[in-house]
């Protein structure tokens, strides 16, 4: 059974640093990863989807890369602003279904 | 502008009751799903459908069931709502059955159960 696991819970950083957020997932043989922020209250919005063939996939200052081998994720913020700060989850896929990890909550403080 | 929304936002409940929460996009999408999210559990799959008189059972369905008369909507009822079935429900759609492109989340639907 496939689970994902996203390390750290919790990460509090100060404005201008550049960070990585870590995702892992237990079966190698995936299909797609998507990567969603989340704002307290609200819905998921979709950052970023990175398709099995590929090794990394960039939007803006987002940068999310893949390495099915190892089974792990990792999403790139470079120079993180207060407004990035909400909670980032990623979702493997299973055919055309999500599993998602339980996300990392992200502080960026002037 | 083509959307996926939730009703209502917020709702109490006693146990025992039947409650159902809407779920309509206009994408014109094939898929849908309903999750739940609970502290410490991340989303979890309830139930699915790929079109019309379609629905499947997802990784914590028991308690919940959906139909699907149109492509527009997908409503998930509660038949006799648990203090355990607190929680935020979100709804999602995508496109085409089998493929893996981005799923698109409703803003949810915050139930509590008294």
């Known amino acids: 059974k496939q689970e994902v696991t996203q390390i750290p819970a919790a990460l509090s950083v100060p404005e201008g640093e550049n960070l990585v957020l870590n995702c892992s997932f237990t079966?190698?043989?995936?299909?797609?990863l998507q990567w969603f922020r989340q704002d307290p209250g609200k819905g998921l919005t979709s950052l970023l989807l990175i398709q099995s063939s590929q090794r990394e996939q960039t939007s803006g200052r987002l940068n999310a890369s893949l390495d099915k081998s190892s089974g792990r994720s990792t999403l790139y913020i470079a120079a993180s602003q207060p407004g990035d700060s909400a909670t980032y989850l990623c979702a493997v896929f299973n055919t055309d279904k999500l599993i998602f990890g339980t996300g990392t909550r992200l502080q960026v403080f002037p | 502008d083509a959307e996926i929304t939730q009703s209502p936002r917020h709702k109490i409940t006693e146990t025992g009751r039947q409650v159902t929460l809407a779920c309509h996009q206009t994408w014109n999408h094939n898929n849908m799903f309903w999750y739940r999210q609970d502290l410490g559990h991340g989303l979890r799959l309830i139930h699915y459908s790929y079109g019309v008189q379609d629905t499947n059972k997802g990784e914590v369905s028991d308690g919940y069931s959906v139909s699907r008369s149109n492509t527009e909507d997908l409503p998930l009822t509660l038949e006799s709502a648990a203090s355990s079935q607190t929680s935020v429900y979100f709804c999602a759609s995508s496109p085409r059955v089998g493929g893996q492109e981005t799923q698109y989340f409703g803003p949810g639907t915050r139930l509590l159960v008294l």
């Open positions: 079966d190698s043989a995936i299909y797609n």
